[in-house]
């Protein structure tokens, strides 16, 4: 079983009767994996390299050379497309709360804005620029539009608020030009293939591979400044562990050995991209991963 998010969530697999079930780790694939905003499309940076730009806030810097949001879709071109069922409103989105709470607490006085409390008390995040109540635009966005700009943000394409902690912060603390559209998943899948955009993303994944998306490369992570809702620095790239049976080492005969290989055996970066491209072509699960082991 090749999951890492999942060891969190086993740690609390403390009761009696499920203890001796409880997965155990017998080590680590090989390859990272990575979480954060990526740009969905790599021919987003070939087209800016042919007019010998660099998009610096692509490494953490910010939009100082300006028109950045050039090279990518319009908001308007992508909310034009979308279908009026196809929105989340942000109020709906748990990790919307979470994020709109770090970016009140460090970043009223550069954006007051943003946010706003409701009569609960529960600080929200201000998605009242669209009658869908799913977007999000932070104060560069807003001012590039108030100028009379015509791309004026940089649309970034979410589905449930995931990862909108990281990238409420990020946008305004890296001086990005942002506009957040908050989707239901199928037509997050649909509009992350068909337009030029950024999106929050875990690699490897095949939903989005055939678009070639490239990571944004940001600052190591804080986990002090996590911890105290200040995301200026996005997750860390995290090694994928290999869970076993635990039942496994009960058997000698049998379950030793394989708990040894499982062990001992790695899945490097390229052979997951090599595995990618079997599911793409139209591979089964199975299949590719026959590939790999022949």
Request: a negative charge.
């Given at each position: 079983?090749?999951?890492?998010?999942?060891?969190?969530?086993?740690?609390?697999?403390?009761?009696?009767?499920?203890l001796e079930y409880k997965p155990q780790v017998a080590g680590f694939m090989g390859y990272l994996?990575?979480?954060?905003?990526?740009?969905?499309?790599?021919?987003?940076?070939?087209?800016?390299?042919?007019?010998?730009?660099?998009?610096?806030?692509?490494?953490?810097?910010?939009?100082?050379?300006?028109?950045?949001?050039?090279?990518?879709?319009?908001?308007?071109?992508?909310?034009?497309?979308?279908?009026?069922?196809?929105?989340?409103?942000?109020?709906?989105?748990?990790?919307?709360?979470?994020?709109?709470?770090?970016?009140?607490?460090?970043?009223?006085?550069?954006?007051?804005?943003?946010?706003?409390?409701?009569?609960?008390?529960?600080?929200?995040?201000?998605?009242?620029?669209?009658?869908?109540?799913?977007?999000?635009?932070?104060?560069?966005?807003?001012?590039?539009k108030a100028a009379g700009e015509v791309k004026w943000c940089v649309p970034l394409l979410t589905?449930?608020?995931?990862?909108?902690?990281?990238?409420?912060?990020?946008?305004?603390?890296?001086?990005?030009?942002?506009?957040?559209?908050?989707?239901?998943?199928?037509?997050?899948?649909?509009?992350?293939?068909?337009?030029?955009?950024?999106?929050?993303?875990?690699?490897?994944?095949?939903?989005?591979?055939?678009?070639?998306?490239?990571?944004?490369?940001?600052?190591?992570?804080?986990?002090?400044?996590?911890?105290?809702?200040?995301?200026?620095?996005?997750?860390?790239?995290?090694?994928?562990?290999?869970?076993?049976?635990?039942?496994?080492?009960?058997?000698?005969?049998?379950?030793?050995?394989?708990?040894?290989?499982?062990?001992?055996?790695?899945?490097?970066?390229?052979?997951?991209?090599?595995?990618?491209?079997?599911?793409?072509?139209?591979?089964?699960?199975?299949?590719?991963?026959?590939?790999?082991?022949?």
């Amino acid at each position: 079983l090749w999951y890492n998010n999942i060891l969190g969530s086993l740690s609390k697999l403390t009761d009696s009767t499920t203890l001796e079930y409880k997965p155990q780790v017998a080590g680590f694939m090989g390859y990272l994996g990575r979480e954060g905003m990526f740009v969905s499309q790599q021919r987003v940076l070939e087209e800016a390299a042919e007019e010998n730009r660099v998009l610096q806030w692509f490494e953490g810097l910010d939009d100082s050379l300006g028109s950045t949001a050039a090279y990518f879709d319009g908001i308007e071109e992508i909310l034009a497309a979308s279908d009026p069922e196809g929105y989340q409103p942000c109020s709906e989105a748990s990790w919307f709360v979470a994020g709109a709470e770090g970016y009140r607490k460090h970043l009223n006085d550069v954006d007051p804005e943003g946010t706003f409390v409701d009569a609960q008390g529960t600080v929200q995040a201000n998605c009242d620029i669209h009658p869908s109540g799913a977007v999000w635009v932070n104060k560069l966005a807003r001012e590039q539009k108030a100028a009379g700009e015509v791309k004026w943000c940089v649309p970034l394409l979410t589905s449930a608020g995931y990862g909108v902690q990281f990238f409420l912060s990020q946008s305004t603390m890296w001086n990005m030009p942002v506009c957040v559209i908050n989707y239901k998943w199928g037509h997050y899948v649909t509009q992350g293939k068909r337009f030029k955009a950024l999106m929050y993303w875990w690699w490897p994944d095949q939903t989005f591979e055939a678009n070639r998306p490239v990571q944004i490369v940001g600052l190591p992570q804080d986990g002090l400044q996590h911890a105290d809702l200040n995301y200026y620095t996005p997750p860390d790239n995290t090694p994928t562990a290999t869970l076993t049976n635990p039942l496994l080492n009960l058997d000698p005969d049998l379950g030793t050995p394989i708990f040894l290989f499982l062990k001992q055996y790695r899945v490097e970066t390229r052979d997951m991209l090599e595995m990618l491209q079997y599911l793409l072509a139209g591979a089964t699960v199975r299949e590719a991963a026959c590939s790999w082991i022949r």
